[in-house]
Nanobody, 120 residues
Framework: QVQLAESGGGLVQAGGSLRLSCAAS????????MGWFRQAPGKEREFVAA????????YYGDSVKGRFTISSDNGKNTVYLQMNSLKPEDTATYYC?????????????WGQGTQVTVSS
């Protein structure tokens, strides 16, 4: 059983930056692909970024390309999401996900989420 714990959310002004962390425990870290999603009030959960261990492939949602960067620290079993040039529309609860296969809305494991609020 994999447990995921997000941290790093908060309140930031538009144009600012935040770095989210997702610490994984309870599983063999490198067997799981990892990703980030977000959900704003009244909206569907949206894909943000994913990193696949096999081949090191990285993917981003269209709305964050060029502004967000996903990375990992294998020694710490942690995945990061560096968010730059934040916009008010980035305001959402951000969730970390893990899966042995593809990262998507049906991913096997999810964290509790961390709130990001971007003020204009």
């Amino acid at each position: 059983q994999v447990q995921l714990a997000e941290s790093g959310g908060g309140l930031v002004q538009a144009g600012g930056s935040l770095r989210l962390s997702c610490a994984a425990s309870g599983g063999i870290y490198r067997m799981y692909n990892m990703g980030w999603f977000r959900q704003a009030p009244g909206k569907e959960r949206e894909f943000v970024a994913a990193i696949y261990w096999s081949g090191g492939s990285i993917y981003y949602g269209d709305s964050v390309k060029g502004r967000f960067t996903i990375s990992s620290d294998n020694g710490k079993n942690t995945v990061y999401l560096q968010m730059n040039s934040l916009k008010p529309e980035d305001t959402a609860t951000y969730y970390c996900a893990a899966d042995r296969n593809g990262i998507g809305l049906q991913s096997d494991y999810w964290g509790q989420g961390t709130q990001v609020t971007v003020s204009s």
